[in-house]
């Protein structure tokens, strides 16, 4: 499959998803744009013992009536971090991973377990309840507990001496969803971190955005889960990736992952042992950044893995390439015209735009990197690298034209010095959808030295409210992570990122929010 094909066909996908995202499954069925599943799942249902009757509670009750059954369950007592939970599980055994809402769903949950930790006690559900209803009314478009994707499967017998990752991939490679969930099984009766790091043996096959991020957000809800159910968890991921090997498999960019990252760990002898420690100044951050947003991909992966070898810091490594994939925030031009679907206005840059994927990509990468093994975990690196200049590279034609925000004319024009009044003046550009000037306010803010804390208040409170086109509560939570990890002489790069991707995604106000607000008195 050629490279335009494979885009093609992803951007299809991307477009099927957000249309039925937006007028729901039963009339996109009759407009030809979603498929009734015709094969029902084999094996036993899977049940989830004491949280049973609120995983069914998510599947079985109307969108209408989701959030005032959930919050008559908070004040009878039942926490927050309980309802997450059960909407995780309920999620997983809905879709399976292979359900373009439902998948985008199950990864805004932690996040927004997250934002809900931000804020007052009085209004701490609100982000919650917003994902929780999203999440309710897909279950329901999809066909509620007769629809359900994950059964009970029967582990296969792993050959002795063979490494259960190869196997694993092996089996997604040959795109047999049923062999793959029994390899998967059989790897899943030991440990939550064996599981996780044959897992993404799979996963690296390939650096499509969802294929990373979703099995990220699915071992991070492990800490609300529970451990125990890695194995429900995590095989939403494998099911994704033999979709992924059906439609993408063959494609340009897959044959050459394969064949890079093996070449240089050879090459470089990686991965070390111990990892670098080395921390450079800057200058080489800022550096590295600009190798990485600027070559190919095979270049950048390479530069990602010289990094490494030479003892560079990881930490350091993946800020460079963090920083690489904010400047994709920072650059895009918006969604070009004939680009458009409700949701996202041409000129926007929410959602599924070249930025915030390449951000929430590179954040999934990162966070991954720091809890598997050596090997995977130089991987992830090197991967991460790879995927924000494919990203890039897709638009090459108009790159050298784009500029970073904020932008100097705009920034000319920014008049005031007191945090109050630089707030209030970027709130206002966030409700007009003026992303220059709120950009500009922005960084103006950041270099006066004032807190970020209260910046950080203020963009929170449209990733609650806003729909963000299935992005608002991931990306929020990717640069609140990023800002944190980032040297001071970058970190408000990630902020003024987040100020255009707010004032670009506002004024869709999410399903469900204002009857939450409603019900809890905020």
Not at 236 to 259: K, L, M, P
Request: hydrophobic share 45%.
């Amino acid at each position: 499959m050629s490279k335009l094909r494979a885009r093609r066909e992803f951007l299809g996908d991307v477009g099927r998803g957000m249309l039925i995202a937006c007028v729901g499954s039963g009339t996109a069925l009759d407009m030809g744009f979603a498929s009734a599943r015709a094969d029902e799942p084999a094996g036993e249902p899977l049940a989830f013992d004491g949280l049973e009757p609120l995983v069914a509670l998510m599947q079985e009750t109307t969108a209408e009536r989701i959030v005032p059954a959930l919050v008559d369950k908070l004040r009878t007592g039942t926490e927050l971090k309980r309802l997450v939970a059960a909407a995780a599980l309920a999620n997983a055994r809905t879709f399976g991973g292979e359900d373009y809402v439902g998948f985008h769903t199950l990864m805004a949950l932690a996040p927004a377990f997250h934002m809900a930790g931000e804020l007052p006690e009085a209004s701490r559900a609100l982000p919650v309840l917003k994902v929780l209803h999203r999440n309710t009314n897909r279950i329901r478009e999809h066909g509620g507990r007769p629809s359900e994707v994950l059964r009970a499967v029967e582990p296969a017998t792993l050959s002795p001496g063979r490494d259960p990752g190869e196997a694993l991939r092996d089996a997604v490679r040959g795109k047999d969803v049923d062999e793959a969930e029994r390899v998967f099984a059989a790897i899943a009766g030991g440990s939550a971190d064996e599981a996780f790091n044959s897992l993404l043996v799979a996963v690296e096959d390939q650096t499509e955005v969802h294929r990373v991020v979703l099995p990220y957000r699915a071992w991070e809800l492990l800490d609300v889960v529970g451990r125990e159910r890695a194995h429900a968890m995590l095989r939403q991921s494998v099911r994704y990736c033999v979709q992924s090997e059906r439609r993408s498999g063959g494609s340009a960019d897959a044959v050459e992952t394969r064949a890079l990252l093996p070449k240089l760990f050879d090459q470089y002898r990686l991965p070390r042992t111990p990892p670098g420690t080395t921390r450079p100044g800057d200058d080489w951050v800022g550096a590295t950044c600009k190798t990485i947003l600027e070559s190919s991909p095979a270049t950048a992966a390479d530069a990602a893995a010289a990094a490494l070898a030479e003892g560079i810091d990881p930490g350091d490594v993946g800020e460079a390439i963090a920083l690489a994939a904010n400047q994709l925030v920072l650059r895009d031009p918006g969604l070009p015209e004939r680009w458009a679907s409700p949701g996202r206005a041409p000129g926007s840059v929410h959602g599924a735009s070249i930025g915030v994927h390449a951000s929430d990509a590179v954040n999934a990468w990162r966070n991954m990197a720091r809890v598997v093994n050596p090997g995977n975990a130089v991987a992830c690196l090197i991967l991460a690298a790879y995927e924000v200049a494919r990203d890039r590279q897709g638009r090459d034609a108009e790159f050298k034209s784009w500029r970073p925000r904020p932008l100097a004319e705009y920034l000319e024009g920014v008049k005031p010095t007191e945090p109050e009044a630089l707030l209030a003046e970027t709130e206002t550009a966030i409700r007009s959808n003026q992303q220059e000037i709120a950009s500009a306010l922005t960084a103006r803010y950041g270099a006066l030295g004032h807190d970020p804390a209260a910046m950080f208040a203020l963009m929170l409170k449209y990733a609650v409210s806003e729909d963000g086109a299935l992005h608002a509560e991931k990306y929020y939570n990717t640069v609140r992570e990023e800002f944190a990890r980032t040297r001071p002489a970058f970190r408000w790069r990630q902020l003024v990122g987040l100020a255009r991707v707010t004032a670009s995604e506002c004024g869709r106000p999410a399903p469900g929010v204002a009857q939450a607000r409603e019900l809890l008195g905020v």
